[in-house]
């Protein structure tokens, strides 16, 4: 599984691997099962706390994430098609960074409060609430991916990517 960065790709390759919406799985079969595993280990191995499918060049609705391993703790959840069903009005400003942005380290308004709906490994619904923890970021961060959002369109005002020089942006 090869990362996809802005470091490695022009503009316009990235934007094609990373800029799109994922095709929703239907069943989750042991072909898919097989995949979640191997792009939770390339997670792990990266040493992120999370990872979507098109970030490796994959078209599927899935993404892996894990915020324990922060703590040098492994609590892996694999989620397919995974929506957020419901938010709470209120914001906080998350620092977060990004696997396929490595230079950049950014300030993101996100909602303290989530729902989400997904399909586990074992292909059965699922829910997950989070209210004010990490986890609410990560979810929030990885679904963007799975459509084409990258935590630089969350910012207040429109930063373009910079794709060469590496500038840092501060968001507020
Ligand atoms: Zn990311």
Redesign the pocket.
């Known amino acids: 599984m090869k990362l996809i960065t802005n470091v490695d790709f022009t503009k316009e390759e990235f934007d094609k691997r990373l800029r799109y919406k994922t095709e929703p799985v239907k069943h989750v079969t042991t072909k898919f099962q097989d995949v979640a595993l191997e792009l939770l280990k390339a997670m792990y191995s990266l040493n992120a706390i999370?990872l979507?499918a098109n970030?490796v060049g994959l078209k599927i609705s899935l993404c892996v994430l894990d915020p324990a391993f922060m703590l040098n703790k492994k609590m892996p959840i694999v989620m397919f098609n995974p929506q957020v069903v419901e938010h709470g009005e209120e914001l906080y400003i998350s620092p977060e960074g990004?696997?396929?942005l490595p230079e950049l380290g950014i300030r993101v308004p996100r909602f303290r409060k989530v729902v989400v709906n997904y399909l586990g490994i074992d292909g059965k619904e699922h829910t997950i609430k989070d209210d004010n923890s990490l986890l609410a970021s990560v979810l929030q961060?990885?679904i963007d991916?799975l459509s084409g959002v990258?935590?630089v369109d969350r910012l207040p005002e429109k930063q373009e990517v910079n794709y060469k020089d590496h500038i840092i942006v501060e968001g507020d």
Request: proline content about 0%; charged content about 10%; some cysteine.
């Open positions: 999370g979507a970030q990004c696997l396929s961060h990885e991916h990258l935590m």
